[in-house]
């Protein structure tokens, strides 16, 4: 049976992309032939019937961290970290609406004439009625990662599944790009992520899936067609949920 002729598995999920995996081949910003990829896997979900919510993260342009390694004041650095997710939820809305994919972009920080301020209710009518709603400038707090953005916001708009988007095929034993004998589990539980200190997400991110009993999937999403494989229930990545 043709992928497409199957039932999606989730009826909503929240995508977290990060900054970095906008780059694709540039050593800095955007690389318009991955939006381009990404509003073509995303159209795909939107035509079985998937409601979609993602948050981008800004890893490409700054990051707080880096800029207070190199002396800038912290807050200050997180508050650059969060406009550049607004940067980049402007190129991804671009990309999914020269597709023909209707597109709402929220932001946390409020942005006048820009973006719309972050409106659960209002998003949560996007969602139902088609749109996909880019969730914008994190948690609006520093100090926090769009990780957690995208773990709150999924449990805020009650996602069936948070979806990580990454570079790597999901959750090793420890970090596949430092060592290449690492083993990839196929499902786990937030404890064990948690117990094992895996650090594919931050632990702020982790506790919160695990407190909402929100199941999260880890995905490359360099894998063409494996985010439709995976909204239909295809073993795409690892799983990592409550313990049985
Ligand atoms: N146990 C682990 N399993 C998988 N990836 C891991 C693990 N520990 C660290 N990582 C790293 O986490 C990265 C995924 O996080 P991501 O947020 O996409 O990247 P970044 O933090 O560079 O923006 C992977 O590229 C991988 O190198
Ligand atoms: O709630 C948030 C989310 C993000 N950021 C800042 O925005 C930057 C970019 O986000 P992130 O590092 O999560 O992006 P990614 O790694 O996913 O590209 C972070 O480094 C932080 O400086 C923040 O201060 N609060």
Do not use: W
Request: aromatic share 4%; proline share 4%; hydrophobic share 45%.
């Amino acid at each position: 049976m043709p992928a497409t002729d199957r039932q999606p598995k989730y009826k909503r999920i929240l995508l977290k992309l990060s900054g970095e995996a906008l780059m694709g081949g540039e050593e800095f910003g955007i690389d318009p032939r991955v939006l381009d990829r990404m509003a073509l896997e995303i159209g795909q979900l939107i035509g079985i019937g998937v409601q979609v919510g993602m948050v981008i993260g800004g890893g490409n342009l700054f990051r707080g961290a880096a800029l207070s390694a190199a002396g800038m004041d912290r807050v200050t650095g997180d508050h650059m970290g969060m406009l550049a997710t607004v940067m980049n939820a402007l190129a991804m809305r671009d990309a999914l609406e020269r597709s023909n994919i209707a597109t709402r972009v929220m932001s946390a920080i409020p942005m006048s004439g820009v973006v719309d301020h972050y409106d659960r209710r209002a998003a949560l009518r996007f969602l139902t009625s088609g749109d996909v709603v880019i969730f914008s400038a994190g948690t609006g707090n520093p100090f926090f990662t769009t990780d957690s953005a995208a773990c709150l916001r999924g449990i805020e708009v009650d996602a069936d599944l948070v979806i990580k988007a990454t570079k790597v095929d999901g959750v090793y034993d420890s970090d596949p790009v430092k060592n290449p004998s690492a083993v990839k589990y196929d499902s786990l539980s937030y404890d064990e992520v948690l117990d094992r200190k895996l650090g594919v997400m931050d632990l702020t991110a982790i506790c919160l899936v695990r407190d909402h009993q929100m199941p999260l999937r880890v995905f490359n999403m360099n894998k063409p067609g494996a985010l439709l494989n995976l909204v239909l229930g295809g073993n795409e990545g690892t799983l990592v949920r409550g313990s049985e």
